[in-house]
Every structure is written in structure tokens, then in C-alpha cells.
């Protein structure tokens, strides 16, 4: 599978850095490292990244919207973040033609993919017979979530790719974290970050409530391992959330660690997010 990007912003740089896994790209341990991460990458799945100027920078209506999409090439998945609206309703027309099966739009800002775009571009890519998620944050896109998983390319891309929500695997040895595989990381890769800051912390039991201390602890550690990374999501007050986007993406990775401890989590969850 080939991947696409188009993309403005350094966001666009993490994601497509963590994807080729480049030996300076993770400084989560410093002189210690364990190369947790060693030995993949995926750069020679990326056909192509075009970099835009940022839509602030452009007009609020564009007159050609389509001659910024002409380096496009064939691939399997266009992946486009922090494109210009009209840049993106151009889009579906453009995959159809370069016969690119599957679009991956993010929002990791409520200014990214507005309701009325997100619906716009929607049912351009059905016109066109393309398959799309607009997940907010990027960390969101579950292949299980059934808008997800009807399409084919686009599973098959969390899956080969192994990014998206995150996934892990716990080792516990005497109720204390041994050791964490990342099954899926956030596009980011602040997942990898996580994973080797939550090891060594004792776990909770399985049916813990917030206010254990060992629950406390390790939340503290994830929000803080996910802030210092740092997560790359708006603070700013996304209304359809009813939440900022950085603190939906610091939910998932929390909801991550505990099942994969087999921790009840919706009572943990729920004092989480009423604590932020």
C-alpha cells in the first residue's frame, strides 16, 4: 500500500517523520535508549508529500483551487491535513481521476473541517466513490468504529500502517508494568513516548476507581508523557466536542493503557475527563 500526503504545518512533518521512523525522530529516553522503535519503516510506502501554504495565508475563496493539488500522483491513501477548504472539495474529483481509492482528512483544530465542510466533502467522495474518514483528532480513527470499517483501503491502512487509536500490549510482572508493546500508535507517535514512560508504574486493580492512588499515578503519568511529547491537538474549545481536540486525544490514550490492563474504564474514565 502507497500512501499520499498533502498536507500545511509542522503537524504534517510528525506524522509523515513518525512513518518513516528517521533515528532522530523519537528522544523519548535520551542516552538510555532501548530502541524500542528500531527496526521498520515505511518510507518507501510515501509516493509523495506536497506542501501548501497554510490557509490563513490564502484567500478565503480560491479561483483555482485545483492547480494546487497538480503534484498529486497515484497512490492507495491520500492523507490531507491542514488544507484549505476549497482545496479539499476539489479533492474527490482528483482521486477519482488519479484513480487514488480512499481520502484521510484530520481536524486536530476546531478550525479544520467545519461541519458544513466535513458534510460537503462527504458527499463529494461518495459522488466519486471514495472512501473517507475525518477523524478529530487523527488518534480517533478506530477501523472498528462501523463509519470505519465499510471501508476496505481504508482499514487495511490502520491496519499495515499500524496507526490510528492506540493499542497496546501490558506486560505486568508483581502489579507493576514490565514492559508495553505499541500495537497501534497515534499518527504523531506520541504513543511510542507513552508506552516507555508508563513503564515501572504499579497497576491499578481491575475494577480501581479514580480516586486509588494507583490509578491517579498512572494517569498523571500519561497526561504528562502526552503534553511533554507534546500532542500536537488544539487547546482551543472545539464546540462539537464540547471539549478541546488535545484533551479527546489525551482520553484515548488513557482509555488505551487501561484496557489494555483489563481495567474497567468507564467509571475511571468519566472522573478523568469531569478532572480536566
Known amino acids: ?28 529516553c535520551g542516552e538510555a535508549c532501548v530502541e524500542c522503535r528500531a527496526g521498520w519503516s515505511y518510507a518507501d510506502r510515501i509516493v509523495a508529500a506536497v506542501r501548501l501554504p497554510p490557509p490563513e495565508s490564502l484567500p478565503h475563496f480560491l479561483d483555482d483551487p485545483a492547480s494546487f493539488i497538480l503534484d498529486l500522483t497515484p497512490a492507495d491513501v491520500l492523507i490531507a491535513m491542514n488544507v484549505h477548504a476549497d ?3 476539489s479533492l474527490p474529483k482528483a482521486l477519482e481521476d488519479l484513480g487514488i481509492p480512499a481520502l484521510i482528512a484530520p481536524a486536530e483544530s476546531p478550525r479544520e473541517l467545519p461541519v458544513g465542510v466535513r458534510q460537503q466533502l462527504r458527499e463529494e467522495c461518495e459522488m466519486h466513490d471514495i472512501e473517507y474518514a475525518f477523524p478529530k483528532p487523527f488518534c480517533a480513527l478506530d477501523p472498528e468504529d462501523p463509519a470505519i470499517s465499510r471501508f476496505k483501503t481504508i482499514r487495511r491502512f490502520v491496519e499495515e500502517f499500524k496507526i490510528g487509536k492506540p493499542k ?10 514490565s514492559g508495553v508493546t505499541v500495537l497501534r500508535s497515534a499518527p504523531c507517535g506520541s504513543t511510542w513516548f ?66 489494555a490492563l483489563g481495567v474497567k474504564m468507564q467509571n475511571a474514565l468519566d472522573a478523568s475527563a469531569r478532572s480536566n
Open 168 to 177: 497496546l500490549q501490558i506486560a505486568v510482572e508483581n502489579e507493576v508494568i
Open 1 to 28: 500500500m502507497e500512501l499520499e500526503f498533502l498536507y500545511s504545518g509542522d503537524f504534517g512533518d510528525i506524522v509523515i517523520g513518525n512513518l518513516v521512523n528517521y533515528s532522530t525522530f523519537c528522544r523519548a
Open 194 to 259: 507513552v508506552a516507555r514512560k508508563i513503564t515501572g508504574l504499579r497497576t491499578p486493580s481491575a475494577d480501581a476507581a479514580f480516586h486509588d492512588d494507583t490509578v491517579r499515578a498512572l494517569f498523571d503519568a500519561i497526561s504528562k508523557a502526552h503534553h511533554s511529547y507534546p500532542c500536537t491537538a488544539s487547546m482551543e474549545l472545539d464546540k462539537e466536542l464540547e471539549d478541546t481536540i488535545l484533551h479527546k486525544a489525551g482520553y484515548l490514550i488513557r482509555e488505551a493503557v487501561l484496557e
Open 87 to 89: 482545496v479539499l472539495l
